[in-house]
């Protein structure tokens, strides 16, 4: 038996079942249970601090002047 499985794009991205998820394996068993895993995890994890997301958010920021620099 065989999952019936919709495929979309997004940015160029083919997406399996779950918008917003990349295909990590073209076996779409194999696929789902590796974002399985991804959520356990996630959902496993301790929230972060308010120290951790800002020092998260520093190293993604980049001011207007550095963009425009590149």
Avoid: C, K
Avoid at 24 to 34: K, Q, T
């Amino acid at each position: 038996m065989t999952a019936a499985t919709s495929t979309e794009t997004a940015g160029g991205v083919q997406l399996v079942d779950t918008p917003g998820r990349p295909v990590r394996f073209a076996d779409p068993v194999r696929n789902a249970a590796y974002w399985a895993r991804i959520t356990r995890i996630v959902d496993a994890a301790p929230p972060l601090s308010d120290e951790q997301r800002a020092t998260i958010r520093s190293a993604f920021h980049q001011p207007a002047e550095r963009r425009t620099a590149a």
